[in-house]
């Protein structure tokens, strides 16, 4: 790799940012506290376009509902971007990429690294929205490790966000998902779940009345209609 380049293995993932956290289950996760009050986004702009958020004024939260190659420097430079992140009204944590046929390995990997960024922001001073993603039965279970991996981090009965854009596609990712959401519902028992992209019926009609649901347009969606 060319000098002058990070990358996360330069700084063992990112240790430095979860010195003061406590860690919650077998895989030492990073904790996240809940908000003191829930606060409900007007409207979510990714990393990668926040500055266009101008036009909308500041009362967007970033999200990292994109490509990774897009938002990598927030995970290799997260200090960096604390100062332009807090012109915002709050951030929701990475949504690291899980592939479904990805090693155990690299998804319990993601999972931190999730939480660790979100971690950091909260210590200084950001309101900090989890967001949660699963990989296989493996994360959002606890047949393998007596622990669901998924939604280690994160307190019950707060505020959560989950990304459908780009991840309900075919059969099986729309079991997956469907799978790991009844799960998260069960295991957090959100107040509130905010869900950046479709919400098909086949996949939420089981949980509109277990929880409260607000749904945001993808960025492109939003741009074309000006939501």
């Given at each position: 790799?060319?000098?002058?380049?990070?990358?996360?293995?330069?700084?063992?993932?990112?240790?430095?940012?979860?010195?003061?956290?406590?860690?919650?289950?077998?895989?030492?996760?990073?904790?996240?506290?809940?908000?003191?009050?829930?606060?409900?986004?007007?409207?979510?702009?990714?990393?990668?376009?926040?500055?266009?958020?101008?036009?909308?004024?500041?009362?967007?939260?970033?999200?990292?509902?994109?490509?990774?190659?897009?938002?990598?420097?927030?995970?290799?430079?997260?200090?960096?971007?604390?100062?332009?992140?807090?012109?915002?009204?709050?951030?929701?944590?990475?949504?690291?990429?899980?592939?479904?046929?990805?090693?155990?390995?690299?998804?319990?990997?993601?999972?931190?690294?999730?939480?660790?960024?979100?971690?950091?922001?909260?210590?200084?001073?950001?309101?900090?929205?989890?967001?949660?993603?699963?990989?296989?039965?493996?994360?959002?279970?606890?047949?393998?490790f007596g622990e669901k991996i998924a939604f280690l981090g994160v307190?019950?009965?707060?505020?959560?966000?989950?990304?459908?854009?780009?991840?309900?596609?075919?059969?099986?990712?729309?079991?997956?998902?469907?799978?790991?959401?009844?799960?998260?519902?069960?295991?957090?028992?959100?107040?509130?779940?905010?869900?950046?992209?479709?919400?098909?019926?086949?996949?939420?009609?089981?949980?509109?009345?277990?929880?409260?649901?607000?749904?945001?347009?993808?960025?492109?969606?939003?741009?074309?209609?000006?939501?």
């Amino acid at each position: 790799m060319a000098r002058g380049i990070k990358n996360l293995v330069d700084e063992g993932f990112r240790i430095s940012l979860v010195e003061t956290a406590f860690f919650n289950g077998k895989h030492e996760i990073p904790h996240i506290d809940a908000p003191c009050e829930i606060v409900i986004p007007s409207g979510l702009v990714p990393f990668s376009k926040r500055e266009k958020s101008f036009n909308l004024g500041f009362e967007d939260f970033v999200c990292f509902y994109e490509n990774d190659i897009e938002f990598r420097s927030i995970l290799t430079d997260t200090e960096k971007y604390v100062n332009d992140l807090k012109r915002f009204k709050g951030v929701i944590t990475p949504d690291v990429s899980f592939y479904i046929d990805a090693p155990l390995a690299v998804q319990i990997a993601n999972i931190y690294l999730n939480r660790a960024i979100g971690y950091y922001l909260k210590q200084n001073g950001i309101y900090v929205i989890p967001n949660i993603r699963w990989g296989d039965e493996r994360t959002y279970t606890d047949k393998l490790f007596g622990e669901k991996i998924a939604f280690l981090g994160v307190d019950k009965h707060s505020i959560v966000s989950i990304g459908t854009y780009g991840q309900i596609q075919s059969k099986e990712s729309k079991n997956y998902f469907k799978e790991g959401l009844s799960a998260m519902i069960k295991e957090l028992e959100p107040k509130v779940v905010l869900v950046y992209g479709p919400m098909p019926k086949s996949i939420f009609e089981d949980f509109i009345e277990t929880t409260r649901f607000v749904q945001y347009p993808d960025w492109i969606k939003r741009m074309k209609n000006k939501i």
